[in-house]
């Protein structure tokens, strides 16, 4: 009995480890079209087209991300605003964003 619980445990762990692999594949996916934006201005359609296609879908699917439309437009809208995703996931920004918003709504 303990060996499954064991065997169950550690499979768990491993899928987890590997939803974070691909998680950070879709991140990388993210910067590269970013940079194409900035370089090229073709960075939303680059994303879109990566999402749609049959290993980006695998891809997002590998992540725990289901791979339908609204996720493509989300992804072609977080390409447009050319924030990296470092910067983006960073404290900073976060604080920097809900303190634009709390500006926002006192003007409002």
């Known amino acids: ?7 169950t445990a550690f499979n768990s762990e491993q899928g987890s480890r590997a939803r ?5 594949v879709v991140l990388a996916a993210l910067d590269d079209a970013i ?3 900035k370089k090229y201005g073709n960075g939303p359609e680059q ?7 049959r290993d980006g879908r695998e891809v997002l699917s590998c ?3 289901d791979p339908n439309e609204r996720v493509v437009q989300g ?3 977080f390409v447009g605003k050319g924030v990296r995703t470092s910067v983006a996931l960073s404290r900073e ?3 920097r964003r809900n303190a634009a918003a709390a500006a926002e709504r006192e003007a409002a």
Do not use: H, N, P, Q
């Not at 009995?1 to 065997?7: A, H, I, L, P, R």
């Not at 974070?20 to 950070?24: G, P, R, V």
């Open 1 to 7: 009995m303990t060996d499954f619980v064991d065997g």
């Open 20 to 24: 974070k692999l691909f998680a950070a």
């Open 35 to 37: 940079a194409d934006d």
């Open 47 to 53: 994303i879109a087209r990566w999402a749609r296609s």
């Open 63 to 65: 992540a725990g991300i």
């Open 75 to 77: 992804l072609m809208e």
């Open 93 to 95: 920004e976060s604080e």
